[in-house]
């Protein structure tokens, strides 16, 4: 079903890191010695991106994997007997900065810049080279004989370099270095099919979709749906040289007819359609998920794990597939007696509608947006006239200075990589400068869509004993300004809420060294710094604080009242849906080759618990479900991770609330145990530290309506 659009609203925090200094260097070219420049190796801060030419940009790349490789192969030479953490692990950590820096800032130019069809190409060239040399970093067995050597005399190292030790260490023997010849040479074998297993899969997927299309010739059939979307129909049907109204199953096309469309047929014929992709003829994926689940097992095997779960879920919060399942399991026994509660509620509803009450799985969606028109009658839109660009910024930089004391300073001198680009030095209490922040807000031909954060230099601690200082992006794609003004949805003003707080993880940070340090840290803890924020959108006090800032008045209290009735609507339905992903992906990776059931049976007894009791018994969502096997691992054995973020924020977000959502003392924990501690230490201990206790996990359910209140 609609995996692409519920799924989060994610960002993608880059896993990267880096800083250096080299400018020019003086290279001999035919015989003449020629000074050249290289803007993408240039650490200088500010960055001058009009020094950045697409020109430049292969040439750079190659030249700073050519840096990298020279000071791998300086670590390699380092006899046995003297390596240690300096020489070894923290050269092997400061090696691949470079690469990673001039990467950022490339990837940065092709998200933002797609209109400059050279930096894309540049990219695409450079691409493949960059990701073998990322690739064989982590199975170098001379470079792990001399890790290995530091991990066991590592006593004597301070706490952040023995956690930089335990880390690297790890990563060799997650990239197999560990291994005899045979099982590494199986391990490398695996993961090529796998990988290969994995794009089949999507391009099966992408071929299926193609290859449907719904023409509606009557206008009147598409009652319901707004008329935008109409307008989209439309368009595809002239691009296709059709009369009316062309309907496809890509997600953007598919998903608002299946909301909105009043005529049952349309719905339903479109249901059936894509609940058939990829379950029959050329581009069946049932014997490609087989296959990669048989992989992914044996992958793990020979890695020493029980299964992939326990692979996957090794290094993060949730430690292993077990405990995963177990939280999984938990959730739903509490979620669902709500979850059919309201099953009654929407039977109800359609009964009211059509005099009917059986329920058919493509009626939830077109049920769910009706009852929520007519129950709650909350517009998004409402907001627009509260939320201005100055308001929204007020606010949010007022709400950091309460928590931390920081401020955010306006720098019109520095430029971005466009002119819409601002760029804001963020200061401590005592005016020292902590970062730098780019902010890119608004939607451009080519610009990447969503909204994400990226550490585009890492702090860490320089041979010389001072600290580079962080730089971040926030990149969002909010509705333009109209007139000279801009105005925001409820949506969008969390969205920004959600990014900046992965830019305090950036900036915050006060890690030594590069790889464990701002947002590199474990997958199923990334999402709390940025969760927590969006809860302060949602809260009165907060919202209070906009209306301080640009000419717009405080939010009425009927508009407010009507965004928290409609924020929990339908709020079992939703997470009962996220635990059913979370619940299959584990089972499968976990029970599925040992269960002797078919596919599609298998899938059945895992999931029947947690869907409504439909008239009309359809097939899984598992064939199109790219989460889990469009990528070597993706989201495999880590769709629990949102859920198990959003409890975890849940739990600190009512710290901050009975303690007063601006109190200090909270937000000062919060800053030293987690924002400012990147991966120097396991992420529970880190949450431990904050909370001084586990993580609750019933406080999800208590905001979200489903548990009585505290
Ligand atoms: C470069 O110089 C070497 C001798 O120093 C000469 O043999 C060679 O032909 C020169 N190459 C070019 C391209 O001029
Ligand atoms: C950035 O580089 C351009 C091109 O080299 C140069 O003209 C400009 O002065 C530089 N800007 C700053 C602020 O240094
Ligand atoms: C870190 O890397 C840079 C090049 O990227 C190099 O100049 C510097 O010497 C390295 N520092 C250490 C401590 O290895
Ligand atoms: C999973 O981890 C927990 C600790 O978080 C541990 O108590 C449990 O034994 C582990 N289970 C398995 C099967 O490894
Ligand atoms: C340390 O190195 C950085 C950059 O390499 C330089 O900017 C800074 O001035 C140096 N600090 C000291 C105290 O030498
Ligand atoms: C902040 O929270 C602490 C508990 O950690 C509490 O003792 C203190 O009174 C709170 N401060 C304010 C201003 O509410
Ligand atoms: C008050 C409240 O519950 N607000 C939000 C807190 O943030 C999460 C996302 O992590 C939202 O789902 C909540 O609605
Ligand atoms: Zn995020």
């Not at 097992?297 to 794990?305: F, I, N, R, S």
Request: with cysteine.
């Amino acid at each position: 079903m609609l995996l692409i659009i519920e799924v989060f609203i994610c960002c993608v925090v880059a896993q990267l890191c880096n800083t250096n200094t080299c400018t020019e260097r003086t290279e001999k070219v035919n015989n003449k010695t020629t000074k050249m420049e290289h803007p993408f190796l240039d650490q200088t801060v500010p960055i001058n991106f009009t020094k950045l030419k697409p020109e430049y940009a292969v040439n750079d790349i190659n030249e700073a994997i050519r840096q990298c490789q020279e000071q791998i192969n300086q670590i390699k030479n380092i006899k046995i007997e003297e390596a240690s953490f300096e020489n070894v692990v923290r050269a092997f950590d400061n090696a691949t900065i470079i690469l990673d820096d001039s990467m950022l800032k490339l990837e940065v130019l092709v998200s933002c810049r797609s209109d400059i069809d050279e930096y894309r190409k540049a990219h695409e060239e450079v691409l493949p080279k960059v990701t073998e040399f990322r690739a064989t970093l982590h199975s170098d067995e001379i470079i792990f004989s001399l890790v290995k050597k530091v991990y066991e005399n590592k006593e004597n190292l301070d706490y952040d370099q023995k956690r930089l030790v335990e880390e690297t260490y790890e990563d060799f023997i997650e990239g197999g270095a560990n291994l005899n010849k045979e099982d590494k040479t199986k391990l490398v074998e695996l993961k090529k099919e796998i990988t290969q297993l994995t794009k089949d899969f999507s391009n099966n997927l992408v071929d299926a979709v193609d290859e449907y299309t719904m023409n509606v010739e009557d206008k009147n059939k598409l009652e319901g749906i707004p008329e935008n979307i109409i307008d989209m129909y439309k368009k595809e049907a002239e691009d296709r040289k059709k009369e009316g109204y062309i309907i496809t199953l890509q997600v953007p096309s598919y998903f608002p007819a299946i909301k909105y469309c009043k005529n049952e047929e349309i719905r339903k014929e479109l249901f059936i359609q894509y609940n058939k992709l990829c379950s029959e003829g050329k581009f069946d994926n049932t014997k490609l998920i087989q296959e990669i689940i048989e992989k992914r097992q044996k992958y793990a095997e020979l890695l020493g794990y029980h299964d992939f779960s326990d692979l996957v879920t090794k290094r993060r919060m949730v430690k292993n597939g077990t405990n995963a399942i177990e939280f999984i399991n938990q959730l739903h026994d509490k979620v669902q007696s709500f979850f059919y509660k309201e099953e009654e509620e929407l039977k109800e509803f359609k009964k009211e509608k059509c005099g009917n009450n059986q329920l058919e799985p493509w009626d939830v969606n077109y049920y769910i947006e009706l009852m929520k028109q007519e129950k709650y009658n909350f517009n998004e839109e409402e907001f627009r006239e509260y939320f201005t660009e100055e308001s929204v910024f007020g606010g949010l930089f007022e709400i950091y200075k309460r928590l931390y004391g920081v401020s955010f300073k306006l720098n019109k001198e520095i430029k971005g990589w466009h002119d819409d680009v601002k760029y804001y030095e963020v200061i401590e209490k005592d005016g020292s400068i902590i970062g730098g922040v780019y902010f890119d807000l608004y939607p451009r031909k080519g610009k990447r869509s969503g909204a994400w954060e990226e550490m585009l230099r890492v702090s860490y601690e320089n041979t010389n004993g001072t600290f580079i200082k962080p730089l971040g992006i926030v990149c969002t794609n909010i509705t333009p300004p109209i007139n000279g003004i801009t105005r925001l949805n409820h949506d969008e003003v969390e969205t920004i809420f959600h990014e900046s707080g992965h830019l305090m993880h950036t900036l915050f940070t006060k890690q030594r060294y590069a790889s464990l340090a701002g947002t590199n840290v474990a997958w199923d803890f990334v999402e709390l710094p940025s969760q927590i924020m969006e809860n302060w959108t949602f809260e009165r006090e907060a919202l209070d604080l906009f209306s301080q800032f640009g000419n717009v008045k405080p939010i009425p209290k009927e508009l407010f009242d009507k965004m928290w009735k409609a924020k929990n609507y339908m709020s079992a339905y939703y997470t009962m849906r996220q635990l059913s992903f979370g619940k299959i992906d584990l089972e499968i990776h976990r029970n599925y080759l040992t269960s002797g059931l078919s596919l599609d049976d298998f899938i059945y007894q895992k999931e029947k618990d947690y869907k409504y009791h439909f008239n009309t018994k359809t097939l899984s969502i598992i064939r199109v479900f790219q989460h889990l096997f469009s990528h070597f691992t993706g989201y495999a054995c880590g769709y629990y991770s949102y859920k198990w973020a959003e409890s975890i924020d849940a739990d600190a977000f009512e710290y901050f609330k009975e303690n007063g959502i601006f109190n200090q003392s909270i937000a000062n924990k919060f800053r030293t145990n987690i924002l400012s501690m990147g991966n120097s230490k396991p992420a529970d201990e880190l949450y431990r530290n904050f909370r001084g206790r586990n993580p609750d996990f019933t406080a999800l359910l208590r905001r979200a309506g489903l548990l009585e209140k505290k």
